[in-house]
């Protein structure tokens, strides 16, 4: 929510190809253009760190974003570039990005605002600093019953996903189950 959605190397994704290839860690650099990106090669120091090698760039193509729209990839992601056919080739997603939140009011239906929080202790959160309300969907209620009704102050999970629009809107969601109180 207020901090940058990280993004993982999908490694799994590229071991089929990465066998018989060559394999390096890189660390991005830049956008070039699309889903092609500029990006140094990189090694592990002694204390686990990683570091340029040389001062080299290379070109490297993202196949987890599309390559008919511009690239998300922020600067200083590292991954595992393997070379296929003469080209280096990544595959950095998006994570699913997840955050703690209060309930703060209904806004009917299945819709609440809620607003992110820190914990403070076992079992204890307060609001972040500097945290914004943002408007989340309950799934849960989505197909059951009339709605609102989560309560205010209710500590939730909140997933934020992107949709399909064109750039992408990002969407808050959560699952509690708020009709389970009602089947005793």
């Known amino acids: 929510m207020s901090e940058p959605v990280p993004f993982h190397d999908a490694l799994h994704r590229l071991a089929q190809v990465g066998s018989a290839a060559g394999v390096r860690l890189v660390r991005i650099t830049q956008l070039v253009e699309k889903n092609l990106y500029l990006a140094r090669p990189v090694e592990f120091d002694e204390n686990g760190y ?12 993202n196949l987890a974003e599309p ?13 595992v570039a393997v070379d296929v056919e003469g080209r280096w080739v990544v595959f950095v997603r998006q994570s699913a ?28 959160f307060c ?8 408007t989340a969907c309950n799934l849960a209620e989505l197909s059951l019953g009339p709605g609102a009704a989560v ?21 808050y969601v959560f699952d509690h189950p708020a009709y389970a109180k009602y089947l005793d």
Request: net charge negative; proline share 6%.
């Open 50 to 61: 990683t570091q340029f090698v040389g001062t080299d760039t290379m070109t490297v193509t």
């Open 67 to 79: 390559a008919d729209s511009d690239g998300q990839l922020p600067p200083d992601t590292e991954a």
């Open 97 to 124: 990005a997840m955050f703690v939140a209060r309930v703060i009011d209904s806004l009917g239906s299945a819709a609440y605002q809620v607003r992110e929080q820190v914990a403070t202790g076992p079992g204890t």
């Open 127 to 134: 609001d972040k600093t500097g945290a914004a309300d943002v």
């Open 151 to 171: 309560e205010d102050d209710a500590i939730v999970l909140v997933t934020i996903l992107r949709d399909t629009g064109t750039p992408p809107v990002l969407r």
